[in-house]
């Protein structure tokens, strides 16, 4: 068995299997199944009102449409964010072609010749149904004032972004149909921040890009264009290939059903597809980075360590400057006064946000906390006798609470008790507390 069949057998049935049993066939479960169950939080940390990071537009407009897919109707395997390297590429296409239109090395059609860890396919979303594969490819481009008045560079702008959107979809393309090569497959570009007025007319016409306004209405786009599922099990190719094109001519006929005991097999995708999002450039997998638990995890870390005014970005440069400086002279190196000096480079320098305040003394004596934001202090300064707190994961709810119930219990007098309820099961520590 060579190395790339041996890579493509660990990425089916080692990972993908396991996964697939897993998360993807719980009895009783109906909606979509997304691939990780929240997006992931790339730009945590808090700038102020027009301070933007490079990409943070882009990324808001997969978490817009992540959202439209989390509302689908029917059972679906949702995938953001799927990416491989061309050695795990490779593992199902051994001799595919470079992409390059112009490529330094060779010419004419080649072989690709990126190395194993390069990645080399990638796709924004992938929505797996009964016999088909959908491919979305989401752009963030949103047009300027400049843009408006330079009707070429607007075209251009757009030209560029499509172009490089069909480039990436019909790489992912050739990749879903070496797994199976008789499943639809359907692409798809999604510009959240545009509208159909603010392009030309010949991009109206285009079945294969979204706009804003088929995300306003994405339930209505997504029964004309994705078939409901139906019951997968296990079927020849060729069934597969008639049952698709059997649902796809009946979507809005009442006159022509379908048997709903008829099914499609694509374990053998889902598995596929399962491995390829699990596992890392270096070939390593957790399992666990499917479930919502280490999601959840992930925002809180990336939090505790988000550098969110430029007092705390300059507190951690004034910490790590200290550290390096005593390993120096420790060492007396050159090498570590160049490694110091590059490094302090790629430090973070983020503005003055005026949302991120002082926190009361109780935040930094108890929970080692510094900085609150205006949120978070509101709610620690109210006194009111109900309150409603409603946020995503690693907004700050538990923090806030928490510093909240310490005040309490510091200034609350003997005579008096402090009831805390936690909504928990039965069989869970917290309701017996």
Same mark, same amino acid.
């Given at each position: ?7 493509? =057998? ?210 209505? #786009? ?54 390829? #999002? ?5 070939? =390593? #997998? ?50 570590? =006064? ?6 302090? =480079? ?41 309150? #409603? ?45």
């Amino acid at each position: 068995m060579t190395s790339l069949s041996g890579l493509r =057998k660990k990425i089916e049935e080692t990972i993908g299997q396991n996964l697939l049993e897993k998360y993807c066939m719980k009895e009783g479960k109906s909606g979509s199944i997304m691939i990780p169950p929240m997006p992931d939080s790339k730009f945590i940390d808090k700038l102020p009102d027009g301070v933007e990071l490079q990409g943070q537009d882009a990324y808001a407009a997969e978490v817009k449409l992540f959202r439209c897919f989390e509302d689908l109707n029917g059972d679906y395997l949702v995938f953001h964010q799927l990416e491989c390297t061309h050695e795990q590429y490779s593992a199902f296409l051994p001799e595919h072609k470079c992409d390059k239109i112009k490529c330094k090395k060779a010419t004419g059609e080649h072989l690709c010749h990126k190395s194993p860890r390069q990645v080399e396919g990638e796709s924004d979303f992938l929505v797996v149904g009964d016999g088909f594969v959908a491919v979305f490819e989401v752009k963030g481009l949103c047009f300027t004032s400049e843009d408006n008045i330079n009707s070429e560079l607007k075209l251009t702008r757009l030209r560029g972004c499509c172009d490089s959107a069909i480039k990436q979809r019909e790489r992912m393309t050739d990749l879903l149909k070496s797994i199976d090569s008789s499943v639809m497959v359907s692409e798809y570009t999604v510009f959240p921040y545009l509208s159909r007025e603010e392009v030309d007319e010949e991009y109206h016409s285009k079945t294969d890009l979204l706009f804003s306004e088929d995300l306003d209405k994405f339930a209505e #786009w997504s029964d004309k264009h994705i078939p409901s599922p139906i019951v997968a099990d296990t079927t020849s190719n060729m069934d597969n290939v008639i049952h698709f094109l059997l649902r796809m001519f009946c979507i809005n006929s009442p006159y022509i059903q379908i048997d709903e005991d008829d099914s499609i097999d694509m374990s053998k995708m889902k598995r596929c597809l399962l491995g390829l #999002w699990c596992i890392n450039q270096e070939n =390593k #997998w957790n399992l666990a980075d499917c479930s919502l638990s280490r999601c959840i995890q992930d925002v809180d870390n990336k939090q505790r360590r988000g550098l969110v005014t430029r007092e705390a970005v300059d507190a951690a440069k004034n910490e790590e400057r200290i550290k390096k400086e005593d390993k120096a002279a420790k060492h007396h190196s050159s090498k570590a =006064k160049k490694g110091k000096e590059k490094k302090q =480079k790629q430090q973070k320098n983020y503005p003055y946000n005026e949302d991120i305040e002082v926190a009361p003394s109780v935040f930094k004596k108890h929970l080692n906390i510094r900085r609150l934001n205006s949120a978070q202090l509101d709610l620690f300064d109210s006194n009111e006798r109900f309150l #409603w707190v409603e946020g995503p994961a690693g907004s700050g709810k538990t923090i806030a609470m928490l510093g909240k119930i310490i005040h309490l219990a510091l200034n609350t007098t003997p005579d008096k008790r402090i009831l805390i309820i936690i909504q928990g099961y039965d069989d869970t520590v917290a309701p017996k507390r």
